[in-house]
C-alpha cells in the first residue's frame, strides 16, 4: 500500500485526512514516482480554500494537493522512452503530489516531468519548479539584461529569494529587495540590498530609484505603488499575486504558461544558487505545514517528506 493526504471539501487545513491507498500501476505512455520530498506553496492553501475552484479543477472528493515533488520512477508503462526505472525526476503542475507514489504522464508535451539534477538535495529539487521556474518567467517577462537595476518585492519569500539570485546570475548590476528586517541579512548574504517594507515604502525606496524592472511577490497597495513611481515602463513591471487592483494600476500580472522549468536550470547551472529549506513536517502532517505557510515569516521553503 502507499500513502495520500487528501481531501473531500473545500475549507480549512482540518480538513486534510491520511489514506491508505494502493500503490498504482502505469498506463500507455505514464510513469509511476515514488517521491523523497514534496513542496508546500501559497498555492495549496488557496485551492484548499477554494480560490481557484473555477479554473483547477481538484476532482472531489478525494482532492489532493501539491504542485510539485521530487522522487524517482519506480514504474514505466508501455510506449515511454523518455524515463527509466530509477531516474531522478522533478514533477511540476497540476496539483496532486501529497502523496507517496502517483501516475505521471511521461512525454514531452503533457510537460510534467523534468530530469532532476543531479547537483540538488531532495528537498532542493521538488522546491524548484515553483520557486524558481516563476521567479525565471519573471524576469523574463520583464526582459531583464545584464547591467540593470531590478527592484523584487517579497524578496525573502520563496519566489523572491529566487528572483534575487537569478537576476544576478542573469547579470544585474543591482538588486533591491523588500522584506521584513529579520530577513535583511539573508538577502545581503545572496548579494541584495534590501528595504523594510510597510508604512512609507514608495518613500524609503524613491532615495534608490529608478529601477529598470520590479518584479512583485508580495501583492497589495504599497509595493504596486512603489513600482508604479520607480519603474516608467508599465511592460517591465510585474506581479505575480493575483490582486485584480494592482494590475488595474498598472502592474501587468504574471503571463507565464508553461512553465519554463528545464531554461531555467539552465541558466541555475552549476551557480551556487540555492533555496532555503526552513521546515519540513512528515506528508501525514500536511495540515500543520499548511498552517505555518499560512501565518508567514518562514524565510524559505516547506517540504513535506513520506514517511514509508
Ligand atoms: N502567479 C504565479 O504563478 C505564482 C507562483 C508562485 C507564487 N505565487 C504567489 O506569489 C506570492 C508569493 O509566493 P511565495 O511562494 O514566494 O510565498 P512565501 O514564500 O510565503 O513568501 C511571501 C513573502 O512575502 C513577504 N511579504 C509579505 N508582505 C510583504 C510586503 N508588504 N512587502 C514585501 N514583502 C512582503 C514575506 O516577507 P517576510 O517573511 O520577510 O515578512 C515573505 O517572505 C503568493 O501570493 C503566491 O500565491 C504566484
Known amino acids: 500500500m502507499s500513502t495520500a493526504v487528501l481531501f473531500d471539501r473545500y475549507g480549512t487545513p482540518d480538513e486534510l485526512y491520511r489514506a491508505d491507498v494502493p500503490v498504482p500501476s502505469p498506463g500507455p505512455g505514464e510513469v509511476v514516482v515514488r517521491y523523497t520530498a514534496i513542496g508546500v506553496n501559497p498555492i495549496d ?8 475552484r473555477t479554473h483547477v479543477p481538484l476532482g472531489l472528493p478525494g482532492g489532493c494537493l501539491g504542485v510539485e515533488a521530487a522522487g524517482v520512477v519506480v514504474d514505466v508503462g508501455a510506449g515511454v522512452r523518455r524515463f527509466r526505472v530509477g531516474d531522478p525526476v522533478i514533477r511540476h503542475g497540476r496539483p496532486g503530489t501529497y502523496r507517496v507514489h502517483e501516475v505521471v504522464p511521461a512525454s514531452q508535451e503533457a510537460d510534467e516531468l523534468t530530469a532532476w539534477p543531479a547537483r540538488f538535495s531532495a ?5 524548484l519548479p515553483v520557486a524558481a521556474g516563476t521567479a525565471y518567467s519573471a524576469l523574463r517577462q520583464v526582459g531583464l539584461r545584464a547591467g540593470e537595476r531590478l527592484l523584487v518585492h517579497g524578496a525573502s519569500g520563496g519566489v523572491g529569494l529566487a528572483a534575487v539570485q537569478l537576476a544576478l546570475l542573469t547579470g544585474a548590476a543591482e ?10 541579512e539573508l538577502l545581503r548574504r545572496l548579494g ?5 517594507y510597510g508604512d512609507g515604502l514608495p518613500e524609503r525606496l524613491a532615495g534608490l530609484g529608478p529601477f529598470d524592472a520590479s518584479v512583485d511577490c508580495a501583492g497589495g497597495p504599497g509595493p504596486a505603488e512603489a513600482a508604479l513611481r520607480l519603474v516608467a515602463d508599465p511592460g ?4 505575480i499575486v493575483a490582486d485584480p487592483e494592482v494590475q488595474r494600476r498598472g ?7 508553461p512553465l519554463e522549468l528545464a531554461a531555467t536550470l539552465d541558466l541555475i547551472g552549476h551557480s551556487p544558487f ?3 529549506v526552513t521546515a519540513r513536517f512528515p506528508l501525514s502532517r500536511a495540515a ?21
Do not use: C, F, N
Open 192 to 196: 541584495a540590498v534590501p528595504v523594510e
Open 274 to 276: 540555492e533555496l532555503r
Open 251 to 257: 502592474v501587468p500580472y504574471l503571463d507565464h504558461v
Open 175 to 184: 538588486v533591491i529587495g523588500t522584506a521584513s528586517a529579520r530577513h535583511h
Open 288 to 308: 500543520e505545514a499548511l498552517r505555518l505557510g499560512q501565518r508567514g515569516g518562514v524565510g524559505g521553503k516547506i517540504v513535506l517528506l513520506p514517511e514509508e
Open 236 to 239: 517591465r513591471r510585474v506581479t
Open 45 to 52: 492553501w488557496k485551492l484548499l480554500r477554494g480560490d481557484l
Open 123 to 127: 528537498e532542493q529539487a521538488a522546491v
